[in-house]
């Protein structure tokens, strides 16, 4: 089977899952971090060598505090959860905003954690115009996640088709997959799944 | 019906159509101009404002000089149909290069044809690389495609899921339709399913 270099992950549908189970839309988050474990743990086993994950952006921030509240810890717990595993992490944000919670500066570096291995890129109070420093049709001088490599597939969870500003640059090229179920509802499956979709798609990078 | 104000065509299958249809494959490509015709009209009769249209781009001039040929012949004659329209028109792509074909020079400003109109922008000899001035991770100092607007609904024929390089910055809130079908068997039927499709997504800009 071909195995995508660099996944990426967008795991929506925290809120719609925790209302369809009779919770308040915040206390959806906190049921995606032991998935996001999971997922890591699936990828690192298949030989993935490269994921970025989508935390939470600064769209994101203008909703509801008490939400806000719940995806930052979240994304705080999920980050100090990898930093226990074997990865090479960075996170990537604009750190110059109040909304970027400062537990998370010290990630604001690659870091080898463990025995290093995959590297991993969590995006953290992103983007995509800080990412390409746009403002009024100019951009520039140079790309916030430059050490970001090429994303090969972007799997979403939660059914919607669409990017909402996930790294536009590295995503150029990558296959598109989306998965119904909501992130909380994670299981290995649903990689399984995406690999074999992708392994029947052709690579052409446009040529 | 929620109708999306602008729309991205990736026209893809062409070289697909022919070999299914006994051709060589550089002979899809001429098929392709009679179904974007049709397209505008259905578009503009829906009450569209914006449409952007792959025409080809510099990654694709990479293909065997029959293809490039073939290709870049049914996006002149495309961009003239056009011209015989109502439409406000605008060629966008790297002119600096021997891949951009002289005669659709002229339309590299936007014109007014006809009574104007829907605003279309059809991109030749384009490249993600090109339009953000993209170079060893420096970006800037602007885009050339400011003049193009955010996209709501990108529509894809050939059954491929992704963008191919299209607008990533115009494509980062787009909602992404994919139909199976090759673009040489266009019928107007494909967009009456992507906008109803599109009518039950929501909009909410990451918010």
């Known amino acids: 089977m071909r195995i995508p270099q660099h996944i990426g ?16 839309k915040q206390d959806g988050y906190r049921h995606g971090i032991s998935p996001g474990l999971s997922l890591y743990r699936t990828c690192r086993d298949l030989g993935i060598r490269e994921m970025s994950f989508y935390g939470f952006t600064v769209d994101n921030t203008k909703r509801a505090r008490t939400q ?24 990537l944000g604009n750190t110059e905003s109040p909304m970027f919670p400062p537990e998370l500066l010290p990630y604001t570096r690659r870091h080898d954690f463990g025995s290093g291995g995959m590297k991993i890129n969590f995006l953290v109070n992103y983007s995509w115009e800080w990412d390409l420093g746009f403002q009024k049709g100019a951009v520039g001088p140079c790309l916030k996640t430059e050490d970001v490599s090429r994303i090969d597939l972007i799997i979403r969870w939660g059914g919607r088709r669409r990017l909402s500003g996930f790294l536009p640059v590295q995503s150029v090229y990558a296959d598109f997959y989306v998965v119904d179920d909501y992130w909380p509802d994670f299981t290995p499956d649903h990689i399984t799944q995406a690999l074999e979709w992708y392994s029947g798609q052709d690579v052409t990078l446009g040529g």
């Open 9 to 24: 992950i967008i795991p929506d549908g925290n809120r719609r899952w925790a209302v369809q189970n009779g919770m308040e």
């Open 68 to 91: 806000r509240h719940a995806f930052t810890a979240a994304c705080v717990d999920a980050v100090e959860a990898i930093s226990r595993e074997d990865a090479s992490l960075l996170v």
